[in-house]
């Protein structure tokens, strides 16, 4: 008996002034008609608008990939819209698509991220976020949740550091100290950039 796998694209498109926000769900195989359906539709909304950001949220915890000929209709999909995407949110649960959402964040003029948790995916394309243009402000931008926190932890164990050498130590006084020190070490730091210390780092 010949087996008949499930496919179906839901597409949905609202606007908040320049910002598009589209959800997308995808069940089984994407095929090329998907994309000669999807790319129009969007292709209309945003074609009068200026400086037209779009927002997406795919729900791929049903996809089982591409046909040959939709892998290209994808790519072009996401060059011709490359510069208007700030953030994508890509909800899996396949281990391959945890890399391809890697990969496909080079080649994206927004954020592209991975998420298991769809509640998480939402808070997260919900939040106000600065576009970054460059690779650089890409990537640091892409970082920059782990990079305070590096910071904070840096904090917190110097700050440990003198509850262990000093036996009742005020920790209030500890806490200004460690940040006047911070700062101190951080005004030295945007005294080097602005000498183009680490211009060839």
């Not at 999807?38 to 997406?56: E, F, G, N, T, W």
């Not at 959402?101 to 939402?122: D, H, P, Q, R, T």
Request: glycine content about 4%; charged content about 35%; hydrophobic content about 40%.
């Amino acid at each position: 008996m010949k087996r008949f796998d499930e496919h179906s694209l839901t597409v949905g498109i609202s606007r908040v002034e320049n910002v598009f926000f589209m959800k997308i769900k995808i069940k089984g195989t994407l095929t090329h008609e998907d994309y000669k359906m999807m790319v129009p539709l969007l292709r209309d909304s945003v074609h009068s608008v200026k400086q037209a950001k779009i927002k997406v949220l795919i729900d791929a915890t049903e996809f089982d990939g591409w046909e040959t000929k939709a892998i290209w209709d994808d790519f072009k999909f996401g060059m011709e819209f490359r510069d208007l995407f700030t953030k994508i949110a890509f909800i899996g649960n396949k281990s391959w698509e945890k890399y391809g959402v890697k990969i496909g964040n080079w080649f994206m003029g927004g954020e592209l991220k991975y998420f298991i948790s769809a509640s998480e995916a939402y808070d997260w394309i919900n939040q106000d976020e600065d576009i970054a243009n460059t690779p650089v402000e890409k990537d640091l931008t892409s970082r920059k949740k782990s990079i305070k926190d590096e910071l904070e932890s840096l904090f917190k164990s110097n700050l440990r550091i003198t509850d262990f050498n000093v036996p009742e130590a005020d920790d209030q006084d500890a806490s200004e100290i460690l940040i006047s020190i911070l700062e101190e070490k951080l005004a030295e730091i945007k005294d080097d950039v602005s000498k183009g210390k680490y211009k060839d780092y």
